[in-house]
């Protein structure tokens, strides 16, 4: 990773890579400045925590990196593709192709089972239904939801909901997982075990992560720390140690 | 567009919503059921005026001898036109494309008799064509010709009442055996049914007319002319008239206005007239049933407006996992065209069964007969719920496509 010009390695091409990134949004007669020239570059394979205050514009930037937001100005480019003026069709594909969220609440769909749920991202990559509930049940045998594939939603636990949302992010094979919090409404027993997944995930299968949280703990399983303070980047923390302070 | 993930997709969301799918086809079945019946009803209406219509040619025009009432070239009013074998023949040369002519003579209600059966009928001296002109179903034997016309031979065809009434017990078979008409023997060549309306019809006997005006002393005097129009144009048919009536003014010296003079019946024009009514009767009835199911529409594509609100978070997650506007349209679309097909097929059965139902158990009348959902009607009103379901759904079709994942993923 790295977040100043001239550090960049050119050999290798960054998974991330934004810079001068800027978002602003309009309500009303109000101007609400979130981002303020984002520069980050995260190198395929790394596992990233983004903390910050409320307001600080942390999921702002999650959004924008997983195509869910437009940013106003700057430049953004996912694996060497530049995202910018993408239509609907064409942002659905890349998200569809290169990224896996996982969010604080979950986000399953209410009326399908486990397996359906995990399985959803196939279905729009065309994969045949026997096919895609073959791969679903794998992945949930992964995540030790085996027996809980035909159960809905509300017939699960927090927990065991955050790992159906890992198995569907997983699914699709993506090159980055972006995750909202996603222990944010788990206890820290619970926290600690999907922490223990994402952490194997990225380890095992050299996929990029990028992990929002409100939580030292959470961060500290992670190895840089990106602070978000007011719409910029003020601190990056490398395996507890900081490694640079931009507003220094 | 239609895999078998999609309707899968579908099953759930109605099953997840069975209450609000019921009431939302509810809507349309009734639109559909009412159009049916309302469509049914006025075919009932028209099948009964049509039956009205029934026992001639539809392009039939039969002209009879009447009483003139306008005074013309210093002739009084109140003079009895009479009609000759000589209007018949002017009429024949005069008038160009018609299709069959005939010539009748009434004789009234005739006493006829075999052996010790008598009975009053009607007995009609005429062409052969008359049998044509009035649409007449031979079942035994035949019916007039023109060697009966040329050689005054003494045949009748009878209806089949005539026969009934005639014939009994061993002796009832009519055909080659004698009638008595005014005392004269005839011998049967025919049995008919005439599909006119009521029994007065099945009553009559046709005889040929230059023998009637022969053993019955009627000299060459006619009552009536018949032709039909064949495929001429109603422009055409007019024109016909126009010449027949302005031939037999000029020989009768009337005036061609004379409302009085000749009785006309054009059963074309009154034909023209009923089929234009009954235009009238069925846009108008469409116009009620579309406004129905156009109710029924607007109910489906409230429904499906509210359905997409509240799956703006389900259509936001399945946006960020990649499905694509034209997956959200076709899901939404999909959706609103099934509900609203099967809920008016539905409502077509229910109201072809009630159709069907009122058809078997009311009995016939003069002015409504046979309430009947023909296949056209069932092939409109198919497509008609298939254009109604694709707009039911494209408004909140489009609504879903345009839903921003990020906006939706917000939402609790």
């Known amino acids: 990773m790295s977040c100043c010009p001239g550090t960049r390695d050119l050999n290798r091409l960054p998974m991330i890579d934004i810079s001068n990134i800027h978002k602003t949004y309009i309500t009303g007669n109000n101007k609400l400045h979130v981002l303020k020239g984002i520069n980050l570059k995260i190198e395929a394979g790394e596992m990233i925590s983004v903390m910050g205050a409320s307001g600080s514009g942390k999921s702002t930037l999650l959004n924008i990196l997983g195509i869910l937001d437009n940013h106003d100005h700057g430049e953004y480019l996912l694996n060497g593709i530049k995202i910018e003026h993408l239509n609907e069709r064409k942002a659905a594909q890349l998200r569809n192709k290169y990224l896996g969220f996982v969010f604080q609440s979950f986000n399953l769909v209410s009326f399908k089972n486990a397996a359906e749920n995990v399985a959803l991202p196939l279905y729009y990559q065309n994969v045949k239904r026997k096919k895609r509930n073959a791969i679903a049940m794998e992945y949930l045998d992964r995540m030790g939801l085996k027996e809980w594939a035909h159960h809905l939603p509300n017939e699960l636990s927090g927990g065991q909901k955050q790992r159906v949302a890992i198995a569907r992010a997983l699914i699709g094979k993506p090159k980055v997982i972006l995750a909202d919090e996603p222990t944010g409404a788990l206890d820290s027993v619970t926290s600690q075990e999907v922490m223990d997944i994402l952490t194997e995930i990225n380890k095992n299968e050299n996929i990029t992560m990028l992990i929002v949280t409100h939580e030292l703990d959470i961060s500290r399983r992670t190895q840089k720390t990106i602070r978000i303070t007011d719409g910029m980047i003020t601190e990056i923390v490398k395996n507890e140690k900081i490694v640079m302070n931009v507003m220094s | ?412």
């Open chain 2, 1 to 412: 567009m239609f895999s078998i993930d999609r309707w899968q997709e579908i099953y759930l969301t109605i099953r997840k919503n069975k209450l609000r799918t019921f009431l939302t086809g509810f809507a349309v079945a009734w639109g559909i059921f009412m159009l049916i019946i309302l469509l049914g009803s006025g075919n009932g209406l028209e099948n009964g005026v049509k039956e009205q219509f029934k026992g001639g040619a539809m392009n039939g025009i039969w002209i009879s001898s009447g009483v003139t009432s306008v005074q013309y070239k210093g002739l009084k009013t109140g003079r009895e036109i009479k009609f000759t074998d000589q209007d018949y023949k002017l009429i024949k040369n005069s008038i160009k494309g018609y299709d069959r002519i005939s010539a009748r003579l009434f004789l009234g209600n005739v006493l006829v008799s075999n052996k010790n059966e008598y009975g009053n009928f009607f007995v009609s001296p005429s062409h052969p064509d008359y049998g044509y002109i009035k649409e007449i179903k031979v079942l035994q034997g035949r019916f007039l010709n023109q060697i009966d016309i040329r050689e005054c031979r003494k045949v009748a065809a009878i209806g089949e009442k005539v026969q009934a009434q005639l014939f009994k017990g061993r002796d009832s078979i009519a055909l080659e055996k004698y009638v008595n008409i005014k005392g004269v023997p005839f011998k049967v060549i025919g049995i008919f049914r005439d599909f006119g309306r009521g029994d007065d019809e099945q009553k009559r006997i046709y005889i040929p007319i230059t023998t009637a005006q022969k053993v019955f002393y009627t000299s060459n005097v006619i009552n009536q002319i018949s032709f039909t129009t064949g495929d001429a144009s109603p422009e055409e048919a007019d024109a016909m008239l126009r010449k027949a009536k302005q031939t037999l003014a000029r020989s009768h010296t009337f005036s061609p206005d004379d409302p009085r003079a000749i009785d006309i019946m054009n059963k074309s024009e009154d034909v023209r007239r009923f089929n234009a009514l009954f235009a009238g009767i069925r846009m108008f009835i469409w116009i009620i049933g579309i406004g129905t199911i156009i109710a029924g529409i607007v109910g489906v594509s409230n429904i499906m407006m509210i359905s997409v609100k509240e799956r703006t978070k389900e259509i936001g997650i399945r946006k960020a996992l990649g499905a694509t506007p034209a997956s959200i349209i076709g899901l939404v679309m999909q959706e609103a065209i099934m509900i609203t097909g099967f809920a008016g097929y539905v409502g077509l059965v229910l109201g072809v069964g009630l159709l069907e139902l009122i058809s078997k158990s009311m009995p016939p009348s003069d002015f409504f007969r046979n309430p009947e959902a023909n296949l056209s009607i069932a092939l409109g009103a198919t497509v008609l719920l298939i254009i109604a379901g694709a707009f039911a759904g494209f408004f909140p079709a489009m609504k879903a496509a345009g839903i921003r994942p990020i906006e939706a993923l917000r939402e609790e």
